[in-house]
């Protein structure tokens, strides 16, 4: 059965600084993975998907994943945080035989000025 | 850009009552899904829907739901009687057949406040 862990509940970093936001995932068969990010009253967004294309894939607003399947892992990192960035990041698995998606917890990114 | 949108955006009701919530997924989709969030808590699937019947429900989906769509293009979520425990944002979504890549496209959410 596939899940997936999001490692911290909370990450604060400054503005300005590097954002690396955690994912484990577990699959039986070569899963697709995605980031969506959820601002305050808002809905889900897509920030990016790994597609077994490539394995550091680039999605909107800076932001960057990389699938390691050695390490099950596909975090999401951003060079440098910009305000905007506050929000709710959702790390997601989906494998082709089943007809869901799993959702992490959720990692709240808090960007302090 | 096409996107689902979920109507209404907010919805209180009395404990007890039906609600139904209404999504029109993207047109071209072929797989419908609903999803909620309880307040500080994580995403969780409810259903998923495809050719007219469901394709797979998790444990949270009991009696109390349903869904259907009705007219093909409209895809509905139905309380029978809600409790104070199902106040939370419902999110639709829906997608292309599942494959490698596939993402599902969420609609804003219908935030359900039973009172």
């Known amino acids: 059965a596939q899940s997936v862990t999001q490692l911290d509940s909370h990450v604060s970093v400054s503005e300005g600084t590097p954002v690396l936001l955690r994912c484990n995932y577990s699959s039986s068969y070569s899963p697709s993975l995605f980031w969506y990010v959820q601002h305050p009253n808002k809905g889900l967004q897509l920030l990016l998907k790994y597609t077994s294309a490539a394995t550091l894939v680039k999605g909107i607003n800076g932001f960057e994943a990389e699938f390691k399947k050695s390490e099950t892992s596909f975090h999401l990192t951003k060079p440098s945080a910009h305000m905007s960035d506050a929000a709710e990041y959702f790390c997601v698995v989906s494998e082709r035989r089943d007809d869901k998606i799993i959702f992490g917890k959720g990692t709240r990114l808090h960007i302090l000025p | 850009e096409p996107e689902v949108t979920q109507t209404p955006s907010h919805q209180v009701t009395q404990m007890g009552q039906e609600v139904i919530l209404r999504c029109v997924p993207i047109s071209n989709h072929l797989y419908f899904y609903w999803y909620r969030q309880i307040l500080g808590q994580k995403v969780e699937f409810l259903v998923s829907f495809y050719n007219n019947e469901i394709s797979e429900k998790s444990e949270i989906f009991d009696d109390q739901f349903s869904v259907e769509r009705p007219d093909g293009s409209n895809f509905t979520l139905k309380i029978r009687s809600t409790k104070l425990e199902d106040s939370a944002m419902y999110f639709c979504?829906?997608?292309?057949?599942?494959?490698?890549?596939?993402?599902?496209?969420f609609g804003q959410g219908t935030r359900l406040t039973v009172v």
């Open positions: 979504a829906s997608s292309e057949i599942p494959g490698v890549g596939t993402e599902a496209f």
